[in-house]
């Protein structure tokens, strides 16, 4: 690749719409942490656990996660994990990222809902000042449990609705389609909460239609599949609703062989609002910088493209407009 092309991408302002916060944790925190809690890891060295994180696929993938997760027991944790995840991110140029955080994830071993979201928006708020992105959270419901522990933890959110934006829908996606929390998502939506969730990652169109027709959602995390179903595509077309497209995590969890397969192009092409995200860093070998490097060098993307796909996360972010506007002047100035 160029050093020119590389260069335009770094300068190039970025917003992270799709990412996990507990996927930014890096084996060396992983270790720290295991250290300073006293958990116990099924890996005897950094290097061993970075070797193991080759995945089948997104199951595969997310024992993994869940597993690695029971390091984050205290406030500091979580802290430290989100602040470590700005730092990197404000030297990729990322001005704004809107976070995923799984609170089932960590009550069901004893983490109290208080304790995650205390150290998660303590970072986020430091974070404001230096390095200086501006964020929002998403709390995801694990779509592999039940709609009652989904209801349950919207309601341990409502008296946190001012520091949590929208609620979105993760985890093993087929066999959980997005109408068994239409409830869960009708409640939310009348507390205020903006909606997202991820479909068409591994699952079916017919997801994508569901979580837009039932749980009304703004944006579509993933979303990939869409392109098996033309009447779909022309909606999303029309509607502009966005797609979070994360193309490193689409690779390693084998939803494309190789980046070359991958339709991000094909779908800027056609019209559709996508976006660069990196979904899960710590495991998936790369940050928002190398998701918009290696698509580039697969798809050989132009600069106006790439140009594109960042005033599309801009776009697609729940920034007010004058900001959105000021990121996309800036992004035109280039
Ligand atoms: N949780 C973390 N990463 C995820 C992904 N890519 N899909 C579904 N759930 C997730
Ligand atoms: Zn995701």
Not at 158 to 163: A, Q, S, V
Not at 175 to 199: I, M, S, Y
Not at 312 to 323: H, M, P, R, V
Request: net charge negative; aromatic share 8%.
């Amino acid at each position: 690749m160029k050093d020119d092309l590389k260069t335009f991408i770094h300068n190039l302002p970025k917003a992270e719409l799709h990412l996990h916060i507990e996927g930014t944790l890096e084996p060396e925190l992983l270790f720290v942490l295991a250290e300073r809690n006293s958990v116990k890891l099924p890996y005897t060295s950094i290097e061993a656990a970075r070797k193991t994180y080759n995945f089948s696929s997104l199951q595969d993938f997310l024992n993994t996660y869940y597993q690695c997760a029971r390091v984050l027991l205290h406030e500091q944790d979580f802290y430290d994990l989100t602040l470590a995840y700005l730092k990197r991110v404000a030297s990729q140029n990322v001005r704004h990222a809107e976070i995923f955080f799984d609170p089932q994830t960590h009550t069901a071993h004893g983490v109290a809902f208080e304790t995650m979201l205390d150290g998660i928006t303590g970072a986020l708020q430091d974070g404001k000042r230096e390095p200086g992105i501006s964020s929002e959270l998403i709390l995801c419901f694990l779509r592999d449990l039940s709609a009652k522990s989904a209801m349950e933890t919207l309601r341990q959110a409502l008296p946190y609705k001012d520091c949590i934006i929208a609620v979105g829908l993760d985890s093993s996606e087929i066999g959980n389609p997005p109408g068994k929390f239409r409830e869960v998502f009708d409640l939310a939506r009348t507390e205020g909460f903006l909606c997202v969730a991820h479909a068409g990652e591994e699952g079916p169109p017919g997801y994508i239609r569901e979580a837009l027709d039932i749980l009304k959602v703004v944006r579509i995390d993933h979303g990939v599949k869409c392109q098996q179903d033309e009447t779909l595509m022309q909606r999303l077309i029309d509607t502009q609703i966005p797609l979070t497209i994360c193309p490193l995590s689409n690779i390693k969890l084998r939803i494309f062989d190789k980046m070359r397969d991958h339709n991000f192009k094909y779908l800027l092409e056609r019209g559709l609002c996508v976006t660069i995200n990196s979904d899960d860093p710590a495991y998936f070998g790369g940050y928002i910088e190398e998701n918009y490097i290696d698509l580039q060098q697969a798809l050989e993307l132009t600069r106006e493209q790439l140009a594109q796909a960042a005033k599309n996360s801009f776009t697609a972010s729940f920034l007010g407009d004058t900001e959105k506007q000021r990121y996309i002047d800036e992004i035109d100035r280039l």
